[in-house]
């Protein structure tokens, strides 16, 4: 299409002949962007700036407001039998809670800001068993309950990947030897290996080696608690005993291991359990109670490693 403004054809010269005017000049160009426009049967497309690039002015700050915002990804969902992803736990840095070394119950440092009426769960021996465990951290969850799991060596090395587990799940590993022998009976040389060796094991899978010591049984020394303090643990036997471990496949009773703490539940009671089918089935029942009855659960990390004393003596425990 030719352009009505192509003058030269006309033989006009604009703004040099006295005939044409600015205003008719705008008319005519107008005029002449109409025809452009109606002979192509669609309006000219306006391009606007990205947002990156639009300059921080307000109309466009507007626009750029209007945009949807982005769909955040999604956090993948665990498959069956992997861990959960690990949770970014804070350590708890202040510690508001002790130990009385002759009873091991679990006392606040300041009575008048924090309770009296909590409970510590403790579980030993393993670890054993992925499933067994998983139930477990799934009850620990549910009741937001905190717990020390106190591991054998030589079953850190067959299952480490539940040692991960329990650390992911942000509970507290324990050091209970290697082999689960009376420690009392040993040599210093032996001591130091059965507790040394589990501090290096537990650290070269999850960073960290334990901050707690129990000797199996309950059954320490002189010599024994010397270890435990020169690797910077905190020697601990219990005050609330769940006597799971005098029961067996044949003969077992979830209900009985609840009644057998509640029969000696006690302010502070350092609760013995173990990673035992009728443990796992017992424990929803247990806390559910406990907390019905106002106790709250100490979180391990809150507890105070202070050097312990002489003990009295507690009932023995596989």
């Given at each position: 299409m030719r352009s009505v403004l192509d003058f030269s054809e006309k033989g006009l010269t604009p703004m040099k002949s006295n005939k044409w005017t600015s205003l008719p000049v705008a008319l005519l160009m107008a005029a002449?962007?109409?025809?452009?426009?109606?002979s192509s049967g669609t309006p000219a497309a306006t391009q606007e700036p990205s947002v990156q690039n639009q300059p921080p002015a307000g109309g466009q700050q507007e626009?750029?407001?209007?945009?949807?915002?982005?769909?955040?990804?999604?956090?993948?969902?665990?498959?069956?039998?992997e861990p959960a992803a690990k949770e970014n736990i804070p350590p708890v840095s202040v510690k508001t809670y002790r130990m009385n070394p002759k009873t091991y119950d679990i006392v606040p440092i300041d009575?008048?800001?924090?309770?009296?009426?909590?409970?510590?769960?403790?579980?030993?021996?393993?670890?054993?068993?992925?499933?067994?465990?998983?139930?477990?951290?799934?009850?620990?969850?549910?009741?937001?309950?905190?717990?020390?799991?106190?591991?054998?060596?030589?079953?850190?090395?067959?299952?480490?990947?539940?040692v991960k587990l329990l650390d992911e799940r942000g509970q507290t590993i324990g050091n209970h030897s290697w082999d689960h022998i009376d420690l009392k009976k040993e040599s210093k040389e032996k001591v130091d290996q059965q507790l040394a060796d589990v501090q290096k094991a537990v650290k070269d899978i999850i960073g960290k080696a334990p901050a707690f010591f129990r000797?199996?049984?309950?059954?320490?020394?002189?010599?024994?608690?010397?270890?435990?303090?020169?690797?910077?643990?905190?020697?601990?036997?219990?005050s609330n005993g769940s006597k799971d471990w005098e029961m067996s496949t044949k003969n077992h009773s979830s209900d009985q291991v609840v009644a057998n703490v509640l029969e000696q539940l006690h302010a502070g009671s350092?609760?013995?359990?173990?990673?035992?089918?009728?443990?796992?089935?017992?424990?929803?029942?247990?806390?559910?109670?406990?907390e019905e009855k106002g106790y709250g659960f100490v979180d391990p990390q809150s507890i105070e490693l202070t050097d312990s004393a002489a003990s009295t003596p507690t009932a023995a425990a596989p």
């Open positions: 002449a962007v109409t025809a452009c426009q109606s626009r750029a407001a209007e945009q949807p915002a982005p769909t955040p990804t999604p956090t993948p969902t665990p498959a069956p039998g009575p008048q800001q924090h309770s009296k009426k909590v409970v510590l769960l403790t579980f030993d021996d393993g670890p054993k068993d992925w499933e067994m465990n998983n139930a477990l951290l799934d009850t620990l969850d549910k009741h937001k309950a905190k717990a020390i799991f106190f591991l054998n060596g030589y079953r850190i090395k067959q299952k480490p990947e539940i000797p199996p049984h309950g059954s320490g020394s002189d010599i024994v608690r010397a270890k435990a303090k020169e690797e910077n643990m905190l020697y601990m036997t219990w350092n609760i013995l359990m173990h990673e035992l089918p009728w443990t796992v089935e017992a424990l929803d029942k247990l806390l559910t109670q406990l």
